[in-house]
């Protein structure tokens, strides 16, 4: 199991409040984090007694771990992993892992593959799993982008395959949003009076602050990680940001990033940061990366066909969007 820890405040991701309450007493915060999938899981549970609320967040690190082992491609031993070894041979897979393919290949289809899950051949050339990363050569990567294209992904009951052989599954931009929803699910039926999953930049909310008031979630500047961008005040709902300062390396005076455009395995340029407001945070997650990919006008006109609540677009020239617009 995991370390973690309790804490009696909301870590920089969310925006601190003043609840005029002890940590011991209802109405109270109990704060937990945990590292999984490569990212700090945090878990706030107000409404229940710390006992049960420690409880909780034991479950919701262990259904991060199960979501790591299946769709994980640094994984050699997960089922994304089993996929890209044996293509083009079919690969048994979970009803979970099925229905994050099937919205992959959905938000896949619907960006014109802005966002792409079949790009696991490139993304492992970045060498973003690991220190550091590193620019490819040329040669390798122009033999990886011949294996991306999300109809190579097939799927059918129970199995999955991808046609070409040497090309590779990666859900980095899905699987996370899966694993948050889910947790929050589990909170929801254990009946928390209120709760925030974050994994990374991957946010649910349930319910309120103990106060009754609505979440005050804050968006990290992406350019300064020592300030918020704004704040949001939302419940029961899901806020995603993709950004380009989550995991990157500087090379000959270039920064290069791990949001790749499918299309030219490159990082993408147009935007610093895309934060999205929708239901769901695996779909907040995918769409948010096509945005990020796309830029701010395509990427918006993404996320208005796809009835996301709300979105923020920071472009590469610092230029802010958002939808809607401020009054």
């Given at each position: 199991?995991a370390?973690?820890?309790?804490?009696?405040?909301?870590?920089?991701?969310?925006?601190?409040?003043?609840?005029?309450?002890?940590?011991?007493?209802?109405?109270?915060?109990?704060?937990?984090?945990?590292?999984?999938?490569?990212?700090?899981?945090?878990?706030?549970?107000?409404?229940?007694a710390?006992?049960?609320?420690?409880?909780?967040?034991?479950?919701?690190?262990?259904?991060?771990?199960?979501?790591?082992?299946?769709?994980?491609?640094?994984?050699?031993?997960?089922?994304?992993?089993?996929?890209?070894?044996?293509?083009?041979?079919?690969?048994?897979?979970?009803?979970?892992?099925?229905?994050?393919?099937?919205?992959?290949?959905?938000?896949?289809?619907?960006?014109?593959?802005?966002?792409?899950?079949?790009?696991?051949?490139?993304?492992?050339?970045?060498?973003?799993?690991?220190?550091?990363?590193?620019?490819?050569?040329?040669?390798?990567?122009?033999?990886?982008?011949?294996?991306?294209?999300?109809?190579?992904?097939?799927?059918?009951?129970?199995?999955?395959?991808?046609?070409?052989?040497?090309?590779?599954?990666?859900?980095?931009?899905?699987?996370?949003?899966?694993?948050v929803?889910?947790?929050?699910?589990l909170?929801?039926?254990?009946?928390?009076?209120?709760?925030i999953?974050?994994?990374?930049?991957?946010i649910?909310?349930?319910?309120?602050?103990?106060?009754?008031?609505?979440?005050?979630?804050?968006?990290?500047?992406?350019?300064?990680?020592?300030?918020?961008?704004?704040?949001?005040?939302?419940?029961?709902?899901?806020v995603?940001?993709?950004?380009?300062?989550?995991?990157?390396?500087?090379?000959?005076g270039v920064?290069?990033?791990?949001?790749?455009?499918?299309?030219?395995?490159?990082?993408?340029?147009?935007?610093?940061?895309?934060?999205?407001?929708?239901?769901?945070?695996?779909?907040?997650?995918a769409?948010?990366?096509?945005?990020?990919v796309?830029?701010?006008?395509?990427?918006?006109?993404?996320?208005?066909?796809?009835?996301?609540?709300a979105?923020?677009?920071?472009?590469?020239?610092?230029?802010?969007?958002?939808?809607?617009?401020?009054?």
């Amino acid at each position: 199991m995991a370390a973690f820890r309790p804490l009696c405040r909301l870590l920089l991701a969310v925006a601190a409040v003043a609840l005029g309450a002890a940590c011991h007493r209802l109405p109270a915060l109990d704060h937990y984090t945990s590292i999984h999938m490569d990212t700090v899981v945090e878990v706030t549970i107000t409404g229940v007694a710390e006992r049960r609320a420690r409880g909780l967040a034991q479950e919701v690190f262990a259904l991060f771990d199960q979501v790591e082992r299946e769709m994980s491609s640094f994984r050699d031993d997960s089922t994304v992993s089993a996929i890209g070894h044996a293509a083009p041979a079919w690969v048994a897979i979970s009803p979970d892992l099925a229905a994050v393919l099937r919205e992959a290949l959905r938000v896949a289809a619907l960006s014109g593959g802005g966002f792409d899950p079949t790009i696991g051949a490139v993304t492992r050339l970045w060498g973003f799993g690991e220190e550091g990363g590193h620019r490819p050569e040329t040669q390798a990567l122009q033999a990886a982008l011949a294996t991306v294209g999300y109809p190579h992904l097939a799927l059918e009951q129970g199995r999955a395959r991808l046609v070409y052989p040497k090309s590779g599954l990666d859900l980095g931009g899905i699987a996370k949003g899966y694993a948050v929803d889910r947790a929050a699910e589990l909170l929801a039926r254990a009946g928390v009076g209120g709760a925030i999953v974050n994994a990374g930049g991957d946010i649910r909310v349930l319910g309120h602050r103990p106060d009754g008031h609505p979440w005050h979630i804050g968006i990290q500047h992406p350019r300064d990680p020592e300030k918020l961008f704004t704040t949001l005040e939302v419940t029961d709902t899901a806020v995603v940001t993709s950004g380009d300062y989550e995991r990157y390396f500087i090379e000959d005076g270039v920064r290069y990033h791990h949001i790749l455009d499918p299309a030219t395995g490159e990082p993408a340029r147009a935007c610093q940061s895309v934060t999205v407001v929708t239901k769901s945070a695996m779909t907040g997650d995918a769409l948010a990366t096509a945005a990020f990919v796309l830029g701010p006008e395509r990427g918006l006109a993404l996320l208005q066909q796809a009835g996301a609540a709300a979105a923020i677009f920071v472009a590469a020239d610092g230029t802010v969007v958002r939808f809607p617009a401020e009054p």
